[in-house]
């Protein structure tokens, strides 16, 4: 099986991952792995938020498996636009690696006045200038390890990762979970998720045998409302959903759709109806004002 990855030591963790996965499920199925480029791995300029519409690190992925010069792709499903190529499917999803961001080196509280905190995320970047107006947030790019030199190099006070990033690539140096009351994580943080064309029935078949079902109902909330807001992988949004036997907790908060940011806590039945998510969609968009 030829699988396609970006090039990122990131993406190729997460990748050695999938193919520990495969050859104890389908001990009978060889892994291939290709490394491909993506143009969010290329341009490291342009802000996210404007090339989020582009499918910035999975286009090329998702063009070589239309191609048939992959049988697979690997992607941290945050990364996957909502509306997925109508060839292709998001046929596995692992079990949810840790959720939360994390803040390095020190805690909030503990940054001085004016402190330059580096982030490329506008939702990282809402939250933190709700409860810490007094920073200056500057924009980062580039893969975990370029930002950890940017920051051991002095370019900034501090950082915001995802800390499953951090814990997959085995990286263990002071760092801080940031409470996911306030800093409320990215739909599907945390989560691998693996795409093939719809049509491949041996491929779609061997990596079924991979998807972890109560992590897909929890990102399906997720992603069922941002999909309902119209909101896309990198908008003002977080939502967060934790699967507790038949009951889905949702935590979600949104930014500039309203005057003030929105925030919901609810729980939902594992059996939802899309109109509960779509409550939820509306209220965080200003379409309706009570939940």
Known sequence: MRVGTRESKLAMRQTEIFCERMSELNPDVQCDVVGLKSLGDI????????????GAFVRELDEAMKQDRIDCSVNSLKDIPIDVDPEL????IFP????????????????????????????RRNMLMEVRP???????????????????????????LAKAGLDRMGIDRPMHVLDKASFVPAPAQGAIAVECRKDDADVV???????????????????????????????????????????VHVRAVS???????????KDLPCDYVMDELLDIADYLTGRRDTI
């Open 89 to 92: 499917t998001i046929v596995a």
């Open 205 to 247: 078949a061997a990596l079924r045998k991979l998807d972890h079902m109560p992590t897909r109902i929890a990102v399906g909330v997720e992603r069922g409302i941002m999909k309902l807001m119209g909101a896309g992988c990198s908008s003002p949004v977080g939502i967060n959903a934790v699967v507790d036997g038949d009951i």
């Open 43 to 54: 341009d490291l300029t342009s802000p996210l938020d404007k090339m989020a519409a582009t």
């Open 134 to 160: 007094d920073l200056v947030i500057e924009n980062l790019r580039g893969n975990i390890h370029t930002r950890l030199k940017r920051l051991d190099d002095g370019d900034f006070d501090a950082i915001i």
């Open 255 to 265: 930014y500039g759709y309203t005057d003030e940011p929105r925030r919901v806590e």
């Open 96 to 123: 949810r690696d840790s959720d939360e961001d994390v803040i390095l080196p020190c805690p909030l509280e503990d940054l001085p006045e004016g402190a330059r905190v580096g982030t490329a995320s506008v939702r």
